[in-house]
C-alpha cells in the first residue's frame, strides 16, 4: 500500500456498483491509492442523489445496475434507467465526472455511452493502473475545466457588442452631419459593417464556445435595424425590406461572415437599386432577405427589384471594396458566392455554404 501524504488534497471518489463485494473493491482499491471514499451508491438513482449531497469530485460507476427510484421500483419521475442515463445526469446538472467501469463493452452500450459523454469508459477485467489512469485524466480534465468561463465569455461578449453598439451611434452622428455626399456613403458602410458585429455578438452573448447560435434571430434582427439605420430619404421612401428567413443553427465562427455578408448585400441594395426609387414593375422598391436550409448547406440571398447590376460583377468586383468584402464573406464561410442581375429587373446575391457540423473555419 501506498503511503499517503497528509497534507495533500485526496480527491473524493463515489463508487456506484450494486454488487456489495465489487464495491467494497474498488473502495479498498481507491483508498490504496490515495483517494476518498466518499460513498457507495447501490442504484443509479442512489448515484444521483448521494452525488448531489455528497459533491464528490468524481464517480466510478457501474452501468448495469437497478434504478432504485421510487419506492425502489424504478419508476420515479426523472429517474435514471441505469448507469449511463445516471452518468448522463451526474455530468449534465453537476458538472462531476464519471468514469464508467462495466463488463459490458456490446455497441449498443457503447452508442449510449457515446451519448452521455463519460470522461472514460473502461471494460472488466482491466488492471488497476488502468482505473487509476482513467481517474487522474478525468480529475486533471475537470481542474481545466474553469467553471466561471462560459459567464466571462457571456460578459466579454456582451461588452464587445456594446463597444460596437456605442462605435456605431458615433458613426451616425458623423454620417447625418457629413455634407459630402460620398464621405456619407462611406461612413454609412463603415457603420452597417460595425452594426454587423455588434448584432454577431449580441446572437453570441448566451452560448458556450461551440454553441449554436438563433440563425433566424440573427438575420432579422440585424436586416430590420440595418434597414431603419440606412433610412432611405424621398424619394426612396417607398422603399420595403421582406423578410423569408427558416429556423437553423450558426456556429459562433459562423455568425460573423454571416452578418458581413448580410450586411455588404443589403446595404448596397439600398445604396444602388433604386436611385430613381422606382421598381422595374411601377411598384415601390422592395428588398428581400432570404434564409433556408437545403440538406447540409444553407443559402442566404438578398435580393431586389431594382435597376440591376451597372455592369459585369466580376468585372465590378476588381475595384469595389463592397464586392470584395462579400466575396471574403463567402470565404470565411467556406460557401459559394453567385449574383444574378437583370437591367431593370434587379439583383440577387447568394451565397451556399455549409450547416454546422459539415463547417471548418478557413480562420481556424
Known amino acids: 500500500m501506498k503511503a499517503v501524504d497528509p497534507v495533500r488534497y485526496r480527491p473524493r471518489i463515489l463508487v456506484a456498483d450494486d454488487e456489495t463485494i465489487i464495491a467494497m473493491q474498488i473502495g479498498e482499491l481507491l483508498e490504496a491509492e490515495g483517494y476518498e471514499l ?53 455530468q449534465r446538472d453537476l458538472r462531476i465526472p464519471v468514469v464508467l467501469l462495466s463488463a459490458h463493452g456490446e455497441e449498443h452500450f457503447l452508442r449510449r455511452a457515446r451519448r452521455a459523454l463519460p470522461s472514460a469508459y473502461l471494460v472488466k477485467p482491466c488492471q488497476n493502473t488502468q482505473i487509476r489512469a482513467a481517474i487522474e485524466v478525468a480529475l486533471a480534465l475537470r481542474a481545466g475545466n474553469d467553471p466561471s468561463a462560459p459567464f466571462r465569455l457571456r460578459e466579454a461578449h456582451h461588452r464587445i457588442k456594446n463597444s460596437f453598439s456605442l462605435l456605431h451611434s458615433m458613426l451616425r452622428i458623423q454620417e447625418i452631419q457629413a455634407a459630402d455626399p460620398q464621405a456619407k456613403h462611406s461612413l454609412a458602410d463603415a457603420g452597417a459593417r460595425v452594426l454587423a458585429l455588434a448584432k454577431a455578438h449580441e446572437s453570441m452573448v448566451n452560448g458556450g464556445p461551440e454553441s449554436m447560435s438563433d440563425a433566424r434571430s440573427h438575420v432579422e434582427r440585424l436586416a ?25 443553427g450558426l456556429l459562433p465562427a459562423q455568425v460573423i461572415p454571416c452578418g458581413i455578408f448580410l450586411a455588404e448585400a443589403l446595404t448596397n441594395a439600398i445604396k444602388h437599386a433604386f436611385p430613381e426609387g422606382t421598381a422595374n414593375d411601377g411598384q415601390g422598391g422592395v428588398i428581400r432577405v432570404e434564409l433556408h436550409a437545403s440538406g447540409a448547406q444553407a443559402e442566404l440571398s438578398i435580393a431586389d427589384n431594382g435597376r440591376g447590376l451597372a455592369g459585369d460583377p466580376v468585372e465590378l468586383g476588381r475595384n469595389s471594396f463592397g464586392l470584395q468584402c462579400l466575396q471574403a464573406a463567402a470565404e470565411q464561410l467556406e460557401g ?29
Open 336 to 364: 459559394r458566392m453567385s449574383i444574378a442581375s437583370e437591367p431593370g429587373r434587379g439583383a440577387r446575391v447568394t451565397v451556399l455554404f455549409p450547416l454546422c457540423l459539415a463547417y471548418q473555419s478557413r480562420s481556424a
Open 224 to 248: 430590420t435595424a440595418l434597414f431603419g439605420a440606412q433610412s432611405p430619404p424621398p424619394p426612396q421612401a417607398g422603399l420595403s425590406l421582406e423578410l423569408d428567413v427558416e429556423a437553423m
Open 38 to 90: 466518499a460513498g457507495v451508491a447501490a442504484t443509479a438513482s442512489q448515484a444521483v442523489e448521494m452525488a448531489r449531497d455528497l459533491r464528490p469530485d468524481l464517480v466510478l460507476m457501474d452501468i448495469v445496475m437497478p434504478c432504485g427510484g421510487a419506492d425502489d421500483d424504478g419508476g420515479g419521475m426523472g429517474d435514471p434507467g441505469d448507469g449511463i442515463d445516471a452518468c448522463a445526469m451526474i
